[in-house]
C-alpha cells in the first residue's frame, strides 16, 4: 500500500489566554469533505505536536494532488486546514536491466555509433567508468568529450558528453625591465607625451612619486600612469579618481544671521521655524524648541543656518523620542504561586506554594526532589496576580547527583522593587557583582560593578518612561527581570 509520511508539527499559542491542548484531527485529498468529515489519524492530545505520520495514497490515480491536515482543540475548535501538493508516480514497470558490452568516446564531432574511440570494459550492468583519455592532436580551447554504452542487444546509448579545456604549452619569458613612468590628467595626450616620473634604471612596477596638481581646477580628476620597458615598449595606463577641493578663504568667516528648525519633514530652506540668533556670538545658538503638537513616538529635528551673504548650511539632524505622561496604573495584588520541573504542563497545573507578601516576593522554599532522577534538571516558578494573570517564569539549573543526601532544593530569587519605579528602584540579592539595564530597543542604559553588595540601589530619574530588561550577576548566577518605568 502506497503512503506518505508527514511530518507533524504545531504549537497554538495564546496571548491572553491558556492554550487549549489538540485533540483530535483528520486529512483530505483534493475537496474538502467539511469539517469533521475527512478521515481521522491517532496522535498524543498535546499543546504542540511533532510527530510522523503514514497517509495511505490508496485509490488517488498517477499525478498532482493536494493533501490538507486540520487539528481540533479540546473545546471542539478546528483550525484552518493546511496544505501540501503530493505527486504519486505511475507503477513502474519492471524490465532487467541490460548488460553493458562496450564503450567509446569522441571529441566535438560524431563520428556514428560504434565508429568513436573504444575502451575496454569488462561486460556488466552498472559501470563505474575510470579510463585514461588520450587529447593528443587537440588545438589549445575548448572542446566537447563525449561517452557512449552499447548493451547486449546492440543497442547504443545517447552520448553524455562535457565541455574541457586543453591549456596552450606556456612560453617560457624573462620578466620585463622598466625603464620610463609618466603620468597625465583626465586626457591622454599620446605614449610618451605625458609628464615623467624620474625612476631608477632597471627599477620594478612599485615606485613611489609626488604627483602636481597646480592647475587643476577645484572638482573630481582622473590620473593616469604608464610604465615602459627597455626595449621601448609602453604597457597599458592605470587610472584612480580623486577630488581637487577649492581653495579655502583665510579672511574672517561670514556671520550667521538666520536659524530654523523643523521636524521630520523639510518644507523647504527658509520655511522652517526660526531660531532667534544671538548678534552678539553669531556663531553659537541655544534654542529651546517647543514640542507641543508631537505625536508619542520617534521624531528627527533638524536645524539649519544662513550666513550673512544669504547661504543656507546643510542641516543637521538628531533622532528624539516623545512620551507622555500616563497614568500610573495600580499595582496589582499577588495571589498565587507555583513551580515545576523540567516541562511546563500549562498555567494553574504547577506545585502550588505559599507566600507571605503579596506585593513583593523574597523567600526561600523548600522543595522536595525524591521524585527526581539523577542528572541536570531546570526549575521554574512563577506568580499570579489578583486579575488572574499569570508572571513569566522564573527559571533556575541544577544538577542532581547519585552522591547528594539532600532532598530539598533552596533558590535564591531576585528581589527588585518598586516595580513599577520612578525615582529609585532597589535590587536585593546575594553577593551582587554587576548590573546592567538595557531599554526597549536593546540599548545598554546602566552598566555598574559591585563587589559583591547584597543590596544596590538606581537612579532612574534619567530614564524615560517605558519596560526595561535588568540583568543581573549575583555570585556564579545570573538573573534576568523586567522593570517598568514611569514618571
Not at 489519524?41 to 490508496?58: G, K, L, V
Not at 565541455?163 to 599620446?190: C, K, R
Amino acid at each position: 500500500m502506497k503512503t506518505i509520511k508527514i511530518l507533524g508539527f504545531l504549537l497554538l499559542l495564546g496571548t491572553s489566554s491558556l492554550a487549549q491542548d489538540l485533540s483530535c484531527a483528520e486529512y483530505f485529498f483534493n475537496t474538502d469533505p467539511g469539517i469533521g468529515e475527512g478521515t481521522p489519524f491517532n496522535f498524543t492530545a498535546s499543546q504542540s505536536i511533532a510527530e510522523t505520520f503514514d497517509i495511505p495514497t490508496t485509490g488517488l490515480s498517477p499525478g498532482f494532488h493536494n493533501l490538507f491536515i486540520r487539528f481540533s482543540d479540546a473545546n471542539g475548535l478546528w483550525g484552518i486546514a493546511e496544505g501540501r501538493t503530493v505527486y504519486i508516480q505511475p507503477t513502474p514497470e519492471q524490465d532487467p536491466a541490460p548488460t553493458l558490452s562496450a564503450c567509446e568516446y569522441f571529441f566535438n564531432t560524431d563520428p556514428g555509433p560504434g565508429n568513436a574511440i573504444a575502451i575496454n570494459i569488462l561486460p556488466q550492468v552498472k559501470m563505474p567508468l575510470s579510463a585514461g583519455i588520450t587529447t593528443t592532436g587537440l588545438e589549445p580551447g575548448f572542446h566537447n568529450l563525449f561517452i557512449r554504452f552499447k548493451d547486449d542487444k546492440g543497442i547504443w546509448g545517447i552520448a553524455e558528453g562535457r565541455t574541457v579545456y586543453i591549456q596552450p604549452a606556456p612560453e617560457q619569458s624573462l620578466t620585463a625591465v622598466l625603464d620610463a613612468y609618466e603620468y597625465f590628467f583626465n586626457t591622454d595626450p599620446g605614449i610618451g607625451q605625458g609628464t615623467a616620473i624620474s625612476m631608477q634604471a632597471g627599477g620594478k612596477e612599485s615606485t613611489q612619486a609626488q604627483i602636481n596638481t597646480s592647475g587643476l581646477e577645484p572638482g573630481f580628476h582622473t590620473l593616469f600612469v604608464r610604465y615602459r620597458t627597455e626595449e621601448g615598449v609602453w604597457g597599458l595606463y592605470e587610472g584612480r579618481t580623486f577630488y581637487i577641493q577649492p581653495q579655502l578663504d583665510d579672511s574672517t568667516p561670514p556671520m550667521i544671521t538666520r536659524a530654523e528648525y523643523f521636524f521630520d519633514t523639510d518644507p523647504g530652506k527658509g520655511l522652517g521655524n526660526p531660531i532667534p540668533v544671538d548678534e552678539a556670538n553669531e556663531q553659537k545658538i541655544s534654542p529651546v524648541i517647543p514640542l507641543n503638537g508631537l505625536q508619542e513616538g520617534f521624531h528627527q529635528v533638524f536645524i539649519r543656518l544662513m550666513d550673512e551673504h544669504g547661504r543656507w548650511g546643510h542641516s543637521e539632524g538628531r533622532t528624539l523620542y516623545i512620551a507622555y505622561h500616563h497614568e500610573i496604573p495600580k499595582i496589582p495584588l499577588l495571589s498565587n504561586a507555583e513551580y515545576f520541573f523540567n516541562t511546563d504542563l500549562g498555567q494553574g497545573k504547577g506545585i502550588p506554594f505559599d507566600f507571605d507578601d503579596s506585593t513583593a516576593v523574597s523567600f526561600t522554599q523548600n522543595i522536595p526532589l525524591q521524585d527526581l532522577p539523577v542528572g541536570d534538571h531546570e526549575i521554574f516558578i512563577r506568580f499570579r496576580n489578583d486579575l488572574g494573570v499569570w508572571s513569566w517564569v522564573q527559571s533556575g539549573s541544577f544538577t542532581l547527583t547519585s552522591t547528594v543526601n539532600t532532598e530539598t532544593l533552596r533558590p535564591d530569587f531576585l528581589r527588585v522593587y518598586p516595580n513599577p519605579g520612578s525615582n529609585v528602584v532597589k535590587i536585593e540579592a546575594k553577593l551582587i557583582k554587576q548590573v546592567t539595564i538595557y531599554n526597549h530597543v536593546g540599548q545598554i542604559v546602566l552598566d555598574q560593578q559591585y563587589e559583591e553588595a547584597d543590596l544596590v540601589e538606581i537612579n532612574t530619574d534619567s530614564f524615560d518612561e517605558g519596560i526595561y530588561i535588568v540583568k543581573v550577576k549575583a555570585g556564579e548566577e545570573r538573573t534576568t527581570v523586567r522593570l517598568a518605568i514611569v514618571n
